[in-house]
């Protein structure tokens, strides 16, 4: 009995932390939603929502965070494979994670330099012989530096799931005749998809409301629903819009947890 009183104890700050700082937020966003830009009580947000105009950032939104992830991913599973074999391989993660520690304003100002007419990239570009191009203020701008800022998310847990793999069992695929591919495809990655679903939720949730980036990088040629709810809340102070669009967004974010955390049968 005792031992129960001090467990709960030890969850009282906890959940009064999620309480305060997840539950009440959420409920409040919920509660603005209801209202029109007047301060009246109205649906009008909602039927205004489903309307063209968000509809199509809906499907913008999507279609970018869908786009960043699959690129990490492509990126970040050979990479993580590539360091559990090699020497040294905590030193090389930290070094691939740092980045991840400097503010993301930061660095969102160095690429403007990096993609600027006279940057690092366009002063590539013609020394190959291409010539200079308009490389900031477009979709590759964005998704490439939205890549860039994500990928060490998508390293960190397939490398943790990589790393813990048996190696025993790979000799074992081995010792069957099964090739390197049939040996990826049956055993490796079937036994990593917890980490490759981590992974594809630490980078699609945040990519999904994106809206700096597409500001100071995409120069608002991309526009997210992320986009729309700083545009509401912000500059025409329609706080009760704005919350309607993070209530789609909540709801969204969630769906994709709940997709991504379903267990096969047999796992």
């Known amino acids: 009995m005792q031992n129960k009183n001090i467990r709960h104890l030890i969850m009282l ?5 999620i309480i305060l ?3 009440a937020p959420i409920l409040l966003v919920v509660y603005y939603s209801f209202f029109d830009i007047h301060g009246n009580f109205s649906l009008t947000n ?3 929502f489903f309307t063209a105009t968000y509809l199509q950032m809906i499907v913008n939104s999507f279609w970018y965070a869908f786009l960043i992830t699959v690129i990490s991913l492509l990126v970040a599973y050979p990479t993580a494979y590539i360091l559990t074999r090699t020497k040294h391989k905590q030193l090389w993660l930290l070094l691939i994670i740092v980045p991840s520690w400097i503010n993301l304003l930061l660095k969102a100002y160095a690429f403007i330099g ?6 690092a990239a366009n002063q590539f570009l013609e020394w190959i012989g291409i010539g200079s191009r308009q490389l900031l203020f477009t979709d590759f701008s964005f998704v490439f530096v939205a890549v860039y800022i994500f990928i060490p998310f998508m390293i960190l847990p397939i490398f943790n799931a990589l790393d813990k793999l048996n190696p025993s069992l790979l000799y074992a695929a081995s010792d069957l005749g099964a090739s390197k591919w049939t040996t990826f495809r049956r055993v490796i990655f079937p036994l990593t998809l917890d980490g490759v679903k981590s992974g594809c939720q630490v980078v699609f949730i945040p990519a999904l409301s994106l809206f700096m980036l597409t500001r100071l990088i995409a120069g608002n040629r991309v526009i997210t629903l992320g986009t729309a709810i700083e ?5 025409t102070q329609n706080w ?4 309607t669009i993070a209530v789609f967004l ?8 709940a997709l991504t955390s379903i267990r096969r049968r047999g796992v």
């Open 21 to 23: 700082f997840v539950i």
């Open 46 to 48: 909602y039927k205004n």
């Open 114 to 119: 990096i993609f600027g007419t006279h940057g």
């Open 240 to 243: 009760g819009m704005g919350a």
């Open 250 to 257: 909540i709801i969204s974010m969630v769906g994709f947890m």
């Open 13 to 17: 700050p906890y959940a009064l932390w």
């Open 231 to 235: 545009q509401q809340f912000l500059v």
